[in-house]
């Protein structure tokens, strides 16, 4: 009878705990936002963080990034069919096999480098069609990512088209760029492996060349008219702690994953790792975009008086 009584107890006693927590996560919650909002008030920092979630949102980044992934991903492939020319040609100068220039360029993983070995001996006979072939459909892949980029710069800043663009050259602009990032990669792998002073100071003016690198890139991005080339810093900055971790990732996890898939599903799970791999820089991309439209419109805004800001918009002169 006892124990009965006891349960009867506790049936009753249930919702009312469950009305209780409920209770308290409704006082926290509440406390919760009166706090963010004086916060909001108060510093900064914190309004320059929100306004930066907002925009984010605003312009779907994500939706944003996970299409430019795929236009690089679609860039990568006539990419790699010039990979497989030039390295085909390097393997008949330097008298090695495929196979080894291709993991000695220090860009590579072993699946990638053998895949690109057997396409090389499969394209010795059709070599100077398919480096035609290649470069064309780079452009016109590149000219996608490129307008991808455009528009995403545009509405992250708020700003109307400009003028058209030669997409020719800022497709080539941006293969130049890719293949300046990659280079720097490949000359850091080369160069490390010494005395730990001599890696640490190749592994520090590697950073500053990516830095650079992404001002440059970023700079190249619409924006509204007026504003220094100095506005891009923050979201340069961004995308080198991002292609620090990034290359982080790679060595630690991204090229044990390339290799097993490869291995387990073929081309298509290593299809998956690689654009799970590019999703994550497109985001980092679009998000250091974003970064420094918030920054700039928030020091526009302090200039002007003004307390809250538009997303989006350009405050008034």
Known sequence: MADSSASNDAEETAPGRIERLKDRYATAKTHGLERFETERERRASVRMAYDFYLRDQAFAGSLLAGGISVKIFLWFLPFSLSVVVVIGALSD???????????????????????????????????LYLAVVGIVLLIWAGMGVVRAL??????????????????VAASLWLAGFVIAMLTVVSLTNRL???????????YVAAVFV?????????????????????????GALLMTVAWLLIRLATVVYFTWRLDRASA?????????VFLAWLYIISRCLVA????????????????????????G???ES
């Open 264 to 272: 387990l599903y073929g081309g298509l799970g290593m299809a998956a």
């Open 192 to 202: 490390q492996g010494g005395p730990w002073i001599v890696d640490a100071l190749v």
């Open 313 to 315: 918009s350009r405050p």
């Open 288 to 311: 250091s975009i974003s970064l420094n439209a918030t920054i700039w419109q928030h020091d526009e805004a302090v200039g002007s008086g003004l307390r809250e800001l538009t997303i």
């Open 210 to 234: 990516v830095a650079a690198l992404h001002v440059v890139f970023l700079n190249a991005l619409p924006r509204p008219d007026g504003t220094p080339w100095t506005v891009v810093i923050p």
């Open 150 to 167: 455009r528009l995403t710069s545009r509405l992250a800043w708020g700003v109307t088209p400009a003028t058209p663009v030669n997409n």
């Open 93 to 127: 100068w330097l008298a090695q096999p495929p196979e080894e220039v291709a993991e000695q360029s220090g860009l590579m993983v072993a699946a990638l480098a053998e895949m690109v070995a057997q396409a090389v001996v499969a394209s010795e006979r059709a070599r």
